[in-house]
């Protein structure tokens, strides 16, 4: 005669879920509570759904795999870098390709500053904001952004002629990649030797102990930070330039106040809106621009 249990023991083995493994039929468990089967009907039913959506899934996925491969073998997003494509020399060039442009992306900005002219006019706003004696006007985002469009507006022929020269051959494959560069590297050559002073470029001609040759043929490691250095030299004096005016005016205002016994007050609380009013009254903006530019007119 088969046991009976209790009514609550019953109610609590039906809602409680056990891995033990299930007892033989018809008999509760040694201590007491019976035992449930490992996988309960809606269990074993949710893991073959997720089985069955998992096979569909990878099967879609094969298919889709497999019409991309057999429609484009050499679709523009395979790149193969490895054993598998060393006999495939177009695969190889187009990965050394895309490894140049994310070289070339990360230095675009260093390309920006130190090769074009963007690092005498930046240099000269700053001077500008500082001689007003304005430290946070006008913004930085505002000189740099200016300093970016002056500087594509005086480079503007020098990609020009690089475009003409070097990008669009190479684009309808009339020279090759290093005859490309090869030109573009003349014509931003040629345009910093006209920037650089002499005695700059031959400073880096004897450190780096070359003979005697035509500026054509410089290397860019001795004409960049050739040109580098006599750009910075030019926008300081031409920063000193700009600071004459307003230190006259300092000057002035601080005779003036000390003269009428004002010793408590300030000297900027003056001199300030009278460098403003000169500034505008001038166009100094203006004057200030239009030196940038013509000081790169040769």
Same mark, same amino acid.
């Given at each position: 005669?088969?046991?009976?249990?209790?009514?609550?023991?019953?109610?609590?083995?039906?809602?409680?879920?056990?891995?033990?493994?299930?007892?033989?039929?018809?008999?509760?468990?040694?201590?007491?509570?019976?035992?449930?089967?490992?996988?309960?009907?809606?269990?074993?039913? &949710?893991?073959?759904?997720?089985?069955?959506?998992?096979?569909?899934?990878?099967?879609?996925?094969?298919?889709?795999?497999?019409?991309?491969?057999?429609?484009?073998? &050499?679709?523009?997003?395979?790149?193969?870098?490895?054993?598998?494509?060393?006999?495939?020399?177009?695969?190889? #060039?187009?990965?050394?390709?895309?490894? +140049?442009?994310?070289?070339?992306?990360?230095?675009?900005?260093?390309?920006?500053?130190?090769?074009?002219?963007?690092?005498?006019?930046?240099?000269?706003?700053?001077?500008?904001?500082?001689?007003?004696?304005?430290?946070?006007?006008?913004? &930085?985002?505002?000189?740099?952004?200016?300093?970016? +469009?002056?500087?594509?507006?005086?480079? /503007?022929?020098?990609?020009?002629?690089? #475009?003409?020269?070097?990008?669009?051959?190479?684009?309808?494959? /009339?020279?090759?990649?290093?005859?490309?560069?090869?030109?573009?590297?003349?014509?931003?050559?040629?345009?910093?030797?006209?920037?650089?002073?002499?005695? #700059?470029?031959?400073?880096?001609?004897?450190?780096?102990?070359?003979? *005697?040759?035509?500026?054509? /043929?410089? *290397?860019?490691?001795?004409?960049?930070?050739?040109?580098?250095?006599?750009?910075?030299?030019?926008?300081?004096?031409?920063?000193?330039?700009?600071?004459? *005016?307003?230190?006259?005016? #300092?000057?002035?205002?601080?005779?003036?106040?000390?003269?009428?016994?004002?010793?408590?007050?300030?000297?900027?609380?003056?001199?300030?809106?009278?460098?403003?009013?000169?500034?505008?009254?001038?166009?100094?903006?203006?004057?200030?621009?239009?030196?940038?530019? /013509?000081?790169?007119?040769?």
């Amino acid at each position: 005669m088969t046991p009976s249990l209790p009514t609550d023991t019953a109610h609590a083995c039906r809602a409680a879920v056990s891995w033990r493994p299930p007892a033989r039929a018809g008999r509760p468990s040694a201590s007491g509570q019976c035992s449930q089967p490992r996988w309960s009907k809606v269990g074993r039913r &949710n893991l073959l759904i997720l089985l069955f959506g998992a096979l569909g899934a990878l099967s879609l996925g094969a298919g889709a795999l497999l019409a991309q491969s057999s429609a484009a073998p &050499n679709g523009p997003l395979r790149l193969t870098l490895g054993l598998e494509g060393a006999g495939q020399a177009q695969n190889v #060039d187009v990965a050394i390709q895309v490894l +140049f442009a994310i070289t070339l992306l990360t230095l675009a900005p260093s390309i920006i500053l130190l090769m074009t002219s963007f690092t005498r006019i930046v240099i000269v706003l700053s001077f500008v904001r500082s001689a007003l004696s304005l430290p946070g006007t006008p913004a &930085n985002q505002i000189i740099i952004g200016l300093s970016l +469009f002056i500087t594509f507006f005086i480079m /503007q022929p020098v990609w020009s002629r690089i #475009d003409r020269d070097a990008i669009r051959p190479y684009s309808a494959k /009339q020279i090759t990649s290093s005859e490309a560069l090869d030109q573009a590297a003349k014509h931003i050559r040629s345009f910093m030797l006209k920037q650089t002073r002499p005695k #700059d470029v031959e400073l880096f001609v004897a450190l780096a102990q070359l003979g *005697p040759s035509s500026p054509d /043929q410089l *290397p860019l490691r001795v004409v960049i930070p050739g040109f580098i250095v006599s750009e910075l030299r030019t926008a300081f004096q031409m920063g000193f330039l700009l600071f004459v *005016p307003f230190i006259l005016i #300092d000057l002035v205002v601080a005779t003036v106040l000390m003269s009428m016994g004002m010793m408590m007050m300030p000297p900027v609380t003056v001199s300030l809106p009278l460098k403003i009013l000169l500034f505008v009254l001038v166009d100094g903006w203006g004057l200030v621009v239009r030196s940038v530019i /013509q000081s790169f007119v040769t």
